[in-house]
């Protein structure tokens, strides 16, 4: 068998240095010298993926692993609350993957480089390093501001002055109870070992440490000046190596076998930060897992064919974004590939096995740093036998001087016959327009604006209770479909239930709470395992409300936290209120805002959604909205975050205003609809004889504390489960459009929510009942008997039932008095 020499070897020999401490020390650790008047030896992490090329899997599982034992250190209500913070340059991969074991907490790393319009949230200084000022650039500055734990995360923890310098600023700008330190090694010196905890106690916190590692690194009298003799006398060897070399080094793109780099598209997300610079949150995580998969497949397609041996190689503080590719990347191509990145850190390189950099390409910085131009660095590329390298750049420092005959990419060149270009999209956060934010008024609420208690929604809509907007079913109706009006520019005559049809209602609230009740749970459980820890709910008025109202409940029963929760409008073929998103975006980090409905249909309104938010962002240059909604019931198989796939009777379905706070539907309509006006509704004031909402609500809530673990479970449940939307609503839509004779999908409404809507708010042809349904159905029947309208089983309805608008009314061929007729 092969003897492996330690990668300290050469080191340790010639200065006395001594690594003590842990099994596994020499196996995460290498040592190498270089130029810096504080400390001579660098330790040299085989694990982190910035000096010396790993497997990304190995990379990421080193991180994701100490996140886990944080996880486990906090429990899960400390690890909801938490934040992580990295270090820059070479924890700030770590620090990721450090958050994404943690679970839900938020992710930010300190940066050297300053972004116009951007304020500084702190700094500090690192003690050991060349290079020595830390930003913290956050795009919502309350990220740091909150009480839960803030997890501290670099590549060694040596003698602690850096995590001080840090723990220092913050805590006299945002005190709290609890700081986790994380490393991949602890190498404090026995004199260092006692000034956390002293520390700890003068700031009145607890302080833990967190490593993958422990030892120390013993140094014998005068090694600082042996080491930098060492490095002198070598560093005049490299150096005359060096010079002649670039003397006779052509361009890359005039060398025979060695054309310019391939540039590959990425299809980078818009508006996904390219990391944590300026935070990333578990919405942005989500946003990036989704995206990663077809992202893989381009660097794959574009790989040299019989690649055997790929680096996947990251820029400096850009490490996250190019070990998540590289990750994906080993698990779909045959090819080893190995991943590092680029550093602005000097170090000598020496080609011995036992010492930890063999190789290093020197070349000019290629971002126009704010510190002026200087050299940068790669190691261990050169002679390592790649295949190809895909250099992964973000989109600042793709400049004509990472393309220049002495750029990074030309010294690629000299070394791997293949290199390809992915460039990421450099994330500066859009500062909303102040002028336009500030005309928008503050939500309306309870109860000078519906029925709700104040703290429970807050409106983002105007007040149009003084304007008739009511028009009778059948005229709206036949408007709508001639294309004279659009239906959000009028409102239906409000349905004012027969005494049979209430007593319907309460039935079924008493059948179904509970069953309602474990859904919310679950739908709110997923939402705050996957979405966010401190989710901004905005629900889509009004069918949305209710069930945004019942989740707000549940996470303060459940967890304590007392969730913002507005109420926006949002109208099929027009999007979503753009002076609503304006409001969010300059009140809260738009990362956080959760979409929340009652259920899906086919699904247009989540189509619909998306397709607002991304124009949205193109016009106003505001990023980070995630158009995924989070409902109650999903059976139409829609979206990926919901309580249940079932359709199932949800009794705020069966009313109007009188289940939702006593709001109508929303209007849009540009003589009352002004370019700083927030759409509008009515306040039903004089339907409170008649109002439920409050009740409602308050059944479905009492079931919290009897379903609660059946709602956990439930969500676990549904975490580990592909729920891949499959759209079947849709197909099941177009196969109705056609078999029926409609050809138009806006006119056939499925599920048990939809058609009711149908029943009172549109002029019905027929309803489609599944064969067997029971009582989910009982007020659809009486509704549709009230009507006139027939109801037809149908056997393999993927829905309970579906609605059917009758596809060419007329008043004269429907009747005066709004009834279907069979045709």
């Not at 009740?517 to 459980?525: D, H, S």
Request: proline content about 6%; glycine content about 8%.
């Amino acid at each position: 068998m092969k003897n492996v020499v330690w990668t300290g070897t050469w080191v340790a020999e010639r200065l006395g240095v001594e690594l003590v401490g842990d099994e596994k020390l020499s196996d995460l650790l290498g040592l190498a010298l270089r130029r810096n008047p504080r400390r001579a030896h660098l330790l040299v992490s085989n694990v982190l993926g910035k000096h010396v090329p790993q497997s990304p899997s190995v990379v990421y599982g080193h991180g994701f692993a100490l996140g886990r034992r944080v996880r486990e250190l906090l429990g899960a209500e400390g690890a909801r609350a938490a934040v992580v913070l990295g270090y820059a340059e070479t924890a700030t991969g770590l620090g990721h993957c450090v958050a994404d074991g943690v679970g839900l907490a938020p992710y930010l790393h300190s940066t050297r480089r300053p972004v116009l319009g951007v304020d500084t949230a702190g700094g500090f200084e690192e003690s050991h390093s060349h290079a020595t000022s830390h930003l913290l650039l956050p795009e919502n500055p309350a990220l740091l501001a909150g009480a839960g734990p803030l997890v501290l995360v670099d590549d060694e923890f040596s003698t602690g002055n850096t995590v001080l310098n840090t723990i220092r600023d913050l805590h006299a700008r945002y005190p709290r109870d609890r700081y986790v330190v994380v490393a991949l090694v602890d190498m404090r010196s026995a004199a260092d070992l006692g000034r956390l905890a002293e520390f700890a106690t003068e700031i009145g916190a607890r302080v833990d440490l967190v490593a993958a590692a422990r030892g120390t690194v013993n140094l014998p009298e005068g090694v600082l000046e042996k080491g930098q003799a060492l490095v002198a006398a070598h560093e005049s060897t490299e150096t005359t190596q060096t010079t002649e070399h670039a003397e006779t080094t052509e361009p890359a793109d005039s060398r025979p076998g060695h054309p310019g780099a391939a540039r590959v598209e990425l299809g980078w997300p818009r508006g996904l930060p390219d990391g944590g610079r300026h935070g990333f949150t578990p919405g942005h995580r989500i946003r990036l897992d989704a995206a990663l998969p077809a992202m893989t497949a381009r660097v794959a397609d574009a790989l040299p064919e019989g690649a055997r041996r790929v680096l996947v190689l990251g820029f400096e503080e850009l490490m996250y974004a190019p070990l998540r590719l590289a990750r994906e990347l080993e698990q779909v191509v045959s090819a080893e590939v190995r991943y590092s990145t680029t550093t602005r850190s000097p170090v000598l390189a020496l080609d011995d096995p036992g010492y930890a950099i063999r190789t290093r390409l020197v070349f000019p910085a290629h971002d126009d740093p704010d510190d002026g131009p200087g050299e940068r660095y790669a190691y261990n590329v050169a002679g390592a036998g790649f295949d190809a390298v895909v250099a992964v750049v973000d989109s600042a420092a793709d400049t004509p001087a990472l393309h220049a005959p002495d750029g990074l990419l030309a010294h690629l060149a000299e070394h791997t016959p293949s290199v390809l270009l992915a460039v990421v999209p450099s994330y500066v956060p859009a500062r909303p327009s102040t002028e336009r934010s500030s005309m928008l008024p503050e939500p309306l609420r309870g109860p000078a604006f519906s029925s709700y208690a104040p703290d429970e929604v807050g409106w983002l809509l105007q007040d149009l209770s003084d304007v008739t907007l009511e028009a009778p079913t059948e005229e709206r109706e036949e408007a709508i479909q001639s294309g004279g009006a659009h239906y959000a520019e009028s409102l239906p005559v409000e349905y004012q239930p027969s005494p049979q049809y209430q007593e319907l209602f309460h039935t079924a609230l008493g059948t179904s709470a509970a069953r309602i009740a474990q859904a919310v749970g679950a739908v709110t459980e997923l939402v705050l395992a996957e979405r966010s820890p401190h989710p901004v709910l905005v629900s889509l008025a009004r069918a949305g409300t209710p069930v945004g109202v019942l989740m707000r409940r549940w996470a303060e029963h459940r967890h304590g936290l007392d969730l913002p929760h507005y109420a926006v409008s949002i109208v099929r073929g027009r999007g979503i209120d753009a002076n609503a998103l304006r409001w969010l975006a300059a009140h809260h980090d738009p990362a956080d805002v959760v979409f929340v409905d009652g259920w899906t249909g086919k699904g247009a309104i989540t189509r619909e959604l998306t397709e607002a938010i991304r124009e949205f962002e193109s016009v106003e240059g505001i990023t980070g909205f995630d158009p995924e909604i989070a409902v109650l019931a999903d059976p139409g198989s829609c979206v990926r975050t919901y309580g249940t796939r079932e359709d199932f009777l949800i009794p705020s379905a069966c009313l109007n205003s009188t289940v939702s706070g006593l709001i109508s539907r929303t209007v849009l309509r540009s003589d009352l609809v002004g370019e700083y006006d927030f759409h509008g509704a009515k306040f039903y004031r004089e339907l409170a004889g008649s109002d439920v909402s409050v009740d409602f609500l308050d059944a479905v809530a009492a079931h919290f504390p009897d379903v609660a673990d059946a709602a956990v479970a439930q969500a676990k449940e549904l975490l580990a489960t592909d729920r891949t939307p499959t759209w079947e609503g849709w197909a099941a839509v177009e196969r109705i459009s056609e078999e029926y004779e409609i050809h138009d999908v806006n006119l056939v409404k499925p599920g048990v929510g939809e058609t009711t809507r149908v029943l009172l708010r549109r002029v019905p042809w027929k309803i489609l009942a599944r064969a067997g349904a029971g009582t989910d159905l009982d007020h659809v029947r009486l509704l549709a008997q009230q009507r006139g309208v027939p109801v037809e089983e149908v056997d393999e309805l993927p829905y309970t039932c579906v609605g059917l608008i009758h596809p060419k009314y007329t008043r004269g061929a429907t009747g005066a008095d709004g009834k279907a007729v069979t045709v």
